[in-house]
Structures are given as structure tokens and as C-alpha cells.
């Protein structure tokens, strides 16, 4: 006990305190990276529930409700894309002949009845100016347009469907790396994860960026070069080997960007 006492007063002596002890490397504890390894939080309700518009056997359930008795092989599909809510699909008459017109119906997918319902039937004329129809404000849903071309003598020219999908507007991502230290030599293998409904457009090359001891600059990065090529789906990752020889010792940050306004960087220690 006596040996405690003394211990004790030897530290109020030399000054020293119990913060002191287990302060943390202050190198370290300065280096703060404000942008998010992940957007935000999993919103598994939307992503058990999103429609899937690339999953085959859904798109089969969807044919076969439009289609019914009548046969796929005198439709020609035309369009299969994601639209946002209120975006705009436009029909041009005037590739009609002349004296033609299109019977155009626009229809929703009805998830429960596993039916399609009719939002709007048109019928479009030759001389017509363009006919816009007006996504609704609704997400998550699947729309098919129907479009047939009728001559002046009343004959089918041309049956055309559209596929329209519009996906819960939910952003979100990962960014992750296989380690958090490296050597000069080593590769690094950077993987994005799509967290969210909506699809990421990303590809080979990555942006970097390393701390000067105040604050993140870029860092020219000679060899890689961002390029969009990638399409990364609902529960899907991309991956990509980024070679490490021209890196000097330090931290740095690679920074994903997602879309105009959001991104996600993972940092990392070159020794």
C-alpha cells in the first residue's frame, strides 16, 4: 500500500494527469472526414418491397396480365426504362400515315389483384400535335403503355408496348475497402454497394484525396482516371483493383459521388 502512496505522489509531482495517460495520437484524432462511408440508414421496408423490374419471372407476371389471350409475338416492345415520379412520355403522330391514327391506352399494374388497370385511353390522330402522357406522382409501381397504329382503311399497321417503371426514389450506398493500411505496391480493392431502390451509375477510376494535416485536398492520381461505365442495381456491388505504386506515405480518402449532390469516401493509411 505504501508503495501506491508513493506511485501517486510521483504523478501529482511530475505534473503529469489521467488525461495525459490515455490521451489518443493527436494525428490521429485531427483527422475528420465529414462524408459518410454510407449514405444513411437501410430502409429495408422499401427495399423488401420495390418493385423488381429486372427480375424476370416478375416481368413475365406483368406480360402475361397485359397480354391475357391475345399473342406477345404481335406486340413489339419498344421501351424499358425507369421514369420519375411526374416525368413525361411523349407519342409523335405524325409516324403515322397518312389518315392514321394510334389507339393508345396507358395502364397501371394493380399488385394486389395482379392486374392491369386503365388510367387513360386516347385515340391519336395523324394530324395531332404531339401527345404527352404525365407520369403520376406515385412510386413504385410498374406501367405498360399500349400503342397500336391504325391506317385509314381501319387496319393494324403496328402494336407496340412500353414498359415504365417507376422505383421508390431511394438513394443510398456503401462505399467499403478490403483494408484500412497499405503498402506502397499493394492493391486495393474498392467496392460500392447499392444500399438503395434507384439505380448508380459509377465505373473504373477513383477519386482521391489526401490530408495535408488541416484538411482534405485532391491528389492527382495519375494512373486512374473516373469514368462512368457502370450500372450498379437494387442489392448489387461493384468492384474495382486500384494499384498503389504511386502513393506516398499518409492518409487519404476515396470519394464516391453520387449523383449532382450526394457521396460517400472511405479513408485509409499508406505506410
Not at 501506491?4 to 494525428?27: A, H, N, Q, R
Not at 407519342?91 to 393508345?104: A, D, K, M
Not at 448508380?200 to 473516373?226: A, C, D, H, R
Request: some cysteine; hydrophobic content about 35%.
Amino acid at each position: 500500500m505504501k508503495n501506491i502512496y508513493l506511485f501517486l505522489l510521483f504523478l501529482l509531482l511530475t505534473g503529469c494527469s489521467s488525461d495525459e495517460i490515455t490521451k489518443p495520437d493527436v494525428k490521429g484524432e485531427n483527422i475528420h472526414n465529414e462524408i459518410p462511408q454510407q449514405l444513411k440508414a437501410v430502409d429495408k421496408t422499401k427495399l423488401n418491397t420495390a418493385i423488381q423490374y429486372t427480375s424476370k419471372s416478375y416481368l413475365d407476371l406483368l406480360d402475361s396480365a397485359f397480354f391475357g389471350d391475345r399473342d406477345p409475338k404481335s406486340f413489339q416492345q419498344t421501351i424499358h426504362r425507369l421514369y420519375r415520379p411526374g416525368e413525361k412520355f411523349e407519342i409523335n403522330p405524325n409516324t403515322l400515315s397518312r389518315g392514321g391514327r394510334y389507339e393508345v391506352r396507358f395502364l397501371k399494374f394493380n399488385d394486389e389483384e395482379r392486374a392491369f388497370e386503365t388510367i387513360l385511353e386516347e385515340t391519336v390522330h395523324r394530324d395531332d400535335p404531339l401527345f404527352t402522357i404525365q407520369i403520376p406522382d406515385d412510386e413504385n409501381v410498374a406501367y405498360y403503355i399500349e400503342q397500336i397504329a391504325i391506317n385509314k382503311d381501319n387496319e393494324v399497321r403496328k402494336q407496340e408496348y412500353h414498359r415504365l417503371f417507376v422505383p421508390y426514389d431511394e438513394l443510398n450506398a456503401k462505399i467499403d475497402l478490403d483494408k484500412s493500411i497499405y503498402s506502397q505496391g499493394d492493391t486495393m480493392i474498392v467496392t460500392l454497394k447499392n444500399l438503395g431502390t434507384v439505380e448508380i451509375s459509377t465505373g473504373y477510376g477513383i477519386i482521391l484525396e489526401k490530408w495535408n494535416g488541416e484538411g482534405w485536398e485532391p491528389y492527382n492520381f495519375g494512373q486512374m482516371v473516373p469514368a462512368i461505365a457502370i450500372i450498379v442495381r437494387k442489392n448489387e456491388s461493384f468492384s474495382q483493383d486500384v494499384k498503389l505504386d504511386e502513393l506516398e506515405k499518409g492518409t487519404y480518402r476515396v470519394i464516391e459521388e453520387l449523383g449532382e449532390n450526394e457521396k460517400i469516401s472511405v479513408s485509409f493509411t499508406m505506410e
